[in-house]
């Protein structure tokens, strides 16, 4: 049976993006923002599509009015992957990159038939989840309403994305670059560690082999830190800006008229500066951290700042970090004067399904923010 590519509803077709898409989906993701105390642009450039398949399968649905010229409304796409749910491997399908263009916004049947759109075309995931930005109220109190023809958000656990300050320290551990030999006990150590988690990727040798560079991350942007050949943590240090950028459109009253004096400050601090409107923002992801309990919190400090001396030695400013709210983790990091910006992890059902990923028995929700 051929799966269905279109969902029209009225004037209104909501379709699989192909590749002749591509400026249109780049085009909407730089005239919609994300709110926040700085306001962001997440875009795709030179190509939307060079990005499509980061880790595990996604398509993309755009919704346009269907004149003579059709006229772009908005878009989202939704990638299934295998997660760690409940201790084990799990299909999900992650709904991602929501965006309506601002002379939309008022009509609230978008939305709706967006979702019902979403619900015919997306494959048939048992399981979906979202993230959205804490501070986002209007769209989290749309979406966490359980409105009729609409799926249900479930709020289920905050993540903390902190943006660390790059610095030429010495590195303070040993670690080494993977090789091939390595990708075995590589996948083993960071599945047998992630599995306590809600939402943690389920790392495949498969997916690690056919890594080439081409979407910022290669075999060597992994790192082991061994002790009598035993790995006890790993991570990767991801450059996603070859493919995604995160542009920054504006500051909101009173930060945009000080942001100069601030930079001041956070220079002679040690804190990262703002960067002027327009700007890419200067970061990579210490992505796929695993750690073995028998670190201890400084030894996890020195973790850490080995990846900050990395990254400085990269010539990037910033390393992205993304914890969840109630990491013990998290609590070793605050001396490091990040920014950081908070999202809710959301589980979508439809139709009264059983919400599914919740944390209990000690888990944590822990999905990797570079994938996200």
């Known amino acids: 049976m051929t ?20 400026t249109t989906l780049r085009t909407i993701l730089r005239d919609t923002v994300m709110p926040s105390w700085v306001i962001l642009s997440a875009e795709h450039e030179p190509s939307y599509f060079r990005s499509a398949e980061l880790f595990g399968q996604r398509e993309t649905l755009i919704a346009e009015r269907d004149y003579v010229d059709s006229v772009p409304i908005g878009m989202c796409s939704w990638t299934a992957m295998q997660l760690y749910i409940d201790e084990k491997p799990t299909q999900a399908g992650y709904l991602g990159e929501l965006r309506v263009l601002p002379e939309f916004r008022t009509r609230p049947g978008i939305v709706r038939n967006g979702f019902k759109a979403v619900r015919s075309l997306a494959p048939d995931c048992p399981r979906w989840f979202t993230s959205i930005a804490v501070d986002n109220i209007k769209a989290r109190r749309l979406l966490e309403a359980g409105l009729n023809d609409m799926p249900h958000y479930h709020p289920l656990g905050e993540m903390v994305t902190l943006a660390l300050p790059a610095s030429l ?35 495949s040798e498969s997916w690690i082999h056919q ?22 943590a790993c991570f990767a240090l991801w450059d996603q800006r070859c493919i995604k950028q995160t542009v920054v459109r504006g500051y909101r009253f009173p930060l945009d008229y000080m942001r100069c004096g601030y930079n001041v400050l956070a220079y002679l601090s040690g804190r990262l500066t703002l960067p002027p409107v327009g700007q890419i923002i200067d970061h990579l992801f210490i992505a796929f951290l695993a750690i073995s309990p028998e670190l201890n919190v400084l030894q996890f400090r020195r973790l850490i700042n080995s990846a900050l001396t990395l990254t400085a030695q ?6 992205m970090l993304g914890l969840a709210a109630n990491n013990p983790l998290l609590k070793g990091l605050w ?22 990923g919740i944390p209990h028995g000690g888990r944590i929700i822990q999905p990797e923010i570079a994938l996200l």
């Open 211 to 232: 890594l080439d560079g081409s979407n910022g991350l290669k075999l060597q942007d992994f790192y082991l830190l061994r002790h009598n050949n035993t790995i006890k």
């Open 3 to 22: 799966k269905q590519s279109s969902f029209r509803i009225g004037k209104t077709i909501y379709r699989i993006a192909g590749r002749d898409d591509d």
């Open 335 to 356: 001396r490091y004067r990040a920014q950081t910006y908070r999202t809710c992890i959301e589980a979508v059902t439809w139709n009264n399904q059983e919400v599914f």
């Open 314 to 319: 990269r010539r990037i400013n910033c390393a």
């Open 169 to 203: 320290r010495q590195p303070l551990l040993d670690l080494q670059p993977c090789t091939q030999a390595d990708i075995p006990k590589l996948v083993d150590f960071y599945n047998h560690q992630s599995q306590g988690f809600q939402y943690a990727p389920v790392l």
